[in-house]
């Protein structure tokens, strides 16, 4: 198993540029989330779904769009990046969102946006 | 939004002293996780709390599930260079699971 796989790792994008970043998973988890950390802040929630074809918001989510198509990929689209979005896009899977349900966190993409 | 409040921010210690760190919530909280991160690597569950009062250990580290289910502590004993890292503390908030919530992290260097 792989577990939580992410790319790109390392992105440089200028202001108002549009990219996406690629999160898998392959322990057949129902639950992925999205996350960004930023200095001092710890993890803050982006979106997060509970299953192929449902998304929803979590704490910070203008400015990302995701879906969900399949279980196993849970892309985060920048439409028009701003500087304000720089920061470390940590995406996890759970297996189900009921109790006893640990997250397993990828390693992460750090993106700067000029 | 929910707001987690984790202390101390830092800690600098020598190696073979204990450690101790809290997370108080807002809000009652059902879950209560304790994550530990390294340099350019994704957070890694250490223990999860799921019931007030509850006291769990993994090896040298403990953590407890407060009885008013707002707060958590974790402590570290014996502590060695290879603890060095972020501690995260995280929970969900009662009628809400799913969505997690982080405290900002504490800085553990070791002095060996």
């Known amino acids: 198993n792989a577990g939580v796989t992410q790319t790109p790792k390392f992105q440089v994008l200028k202001t108002g540029q549009s990219m996406t970043l690629q999160c898998a998973q392959d322990?057949?988890?129902?639950?992925m989330s999205w996350y960004r950390q930023d200095p001092g802040m710890g993890l803050r929630l982006i979106h997060y779904?509970?299953?192929?074809?449902?998304?929803d918001q979590g704490e910070v989510p203008n400015g990302y769009n995701v879906s969900r198509s399949t279980t196993e990929d849970f892309p985060l689209r920048l439409l028009s990046a701003a500087p304000s979005q720089t920061s470390v896009y940590f995406c996890?899977?759970?297996?189900?969102?009921?109790?006893?349900?640990?997250?397993?966190f990828g390693p992460g993409t750090r993106l700067t946006v000029l | 939004g929910q707001q987690l409040n984790q202390s101390p921010q830092s800690m600098f210690i020598q190696e073979g002293e204990d450690v101790s760190m809290n997370c108080t919530s807002s809000?009652?909280?059902?879950?209560w996780l304790w994550y530990k991160q390294d340099p350019g690597e994704g957070p890694v569950l250490l223990i999860a709390?799921?019931?007030?009062?509850e006291l769990t250990s993994n090896g040298r580290l403990t953590a407890q599930f407060g009885i008013t289910r707002k707060d958590s502590f974790l402590n570290i004993s014996a502590s060695i260079p290879s603890d060095v890292g972020i501690y995260f503390c995280?929970?969900?908030?009662?009628?809400?699971?799913?969505?997690?919530?982080f405290g900002s992290g504490t800085k553990l260097n070791v002095k060996p």
């Open positions: 322990m057949n988890h129902e639950y």
């Open positions: 995280a929970g969900r908030e009662e009628y809400n699971f799913n969505k997690f919530y």
């Open positions: 809000s009652i909280f059902n879950t």
């Open positions: 709390l799921y019931k007030a009062g």
């Open positions: 779904s509970v299953g192929a074809g449902i998304t």
């Open positions: 996890a899977s759970s297996q189900g969102t009921g109790y006893y349900n640990e997250q397993f």
